[in-house]
């Protein structure tokens, strides 16, 4: 039986024209990812197409050839005999139009390659491993599997992507693994100092200010574990900002000494109907993972998310129970 990474090895040999995508309101292992996929393949003579439903954020407009992704399907040239969709656990992250034209003619092939723990049934192959720090370490063993030489380019999107989902190698998925690839990347051309100027010191201001509207929500549970912030559609309104720049935020209540689990609720919907999304971060005693599950979410152990209806006082009260529990 061969494995999951021979299995795409050889589909790419066999194939021409190749779609890319990855979750909504991307994130830098997300297009790192798709981006470091797409140049290499292109050097081995792939036509590629870039697709993002929601485009690039602007924070990340700094990744090599971001400018080529589209942010509509209608755009790009199937069919395609590869639709790669990465840091995806279903076709269903990428959007719904992604996920009716993985199903159509159009895509002869769907790949998921991933690094989360919950997953879907929807595509060919299925390249899945927990233990990788991004999946651009994954789209990493795929070019070195094709023998694709990494050139400076697709180093740094790869870089991008590890210092997106490990906290600039802060977080307890950092291994050695991940910084023996890190120091090959550097070795290639990669300045360190470079890639974590464009990701941490290049803030609009309107996301600071947004910041200063969310932190007097800033509440703890009586004996000082669970610890949350949010942000509602007035914050948003005021400060003209959108739910990209609540990304970092719930690294305020995370960074508070003896809080367990950290969580950023975030309105999304109508004022009538709100839905809030949740961000649950945990230091390791509890897995959010199984939280968020319960709420139809998913994710990783210590970093998961779900959605869910109602005031931010009772949304707030159904999870910071859930986790009390949990904490036993
Ligand atoms: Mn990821």
Known sequence: MKSEIEQIQDLIEQSKNILITSHENPDGDALGSTLSLGLGLKKIGKEITFYNKDGVPEMLEFLPHSENIVKSLNSTSGPFDIAFAVDCTATSRAGKDFEEYAKSENCKNVVIIDHHQTMGSDADIYLLDEGASSTGILIYRILKALEVSLDKEIAENIYATIVSDTGSFSYSNTNSDTLRIAAELVDIGVEPSKISQAIYEN???????????????????????????????????????????TEGMVNIPRSIKGVDVAMLFRQEGLQSDPEWKVSLRSKGRVNVAKIAEGFGGGGHARAAGCSL?????EVKAKVISRVEEALG
Do not use: C, H, N, W
Request: glycine share 4%; net charge negative; proline share 4%.
């Open 203 to 245: 803030e609009p201001l309107r996301k600071l200010e947004l910041f200063k509207l969310a932190i007097p929500t800033l509440d703890i549970t009586d004996d000082e574990t669970i610890a949350s912030i949010y942000v509602d559609k007035e914050m948003f309104d005021k400060t003209g900002t959108s739910r990209q720049d």
């Open 309 to 313: 209806k109602g005031s931010i006082k």
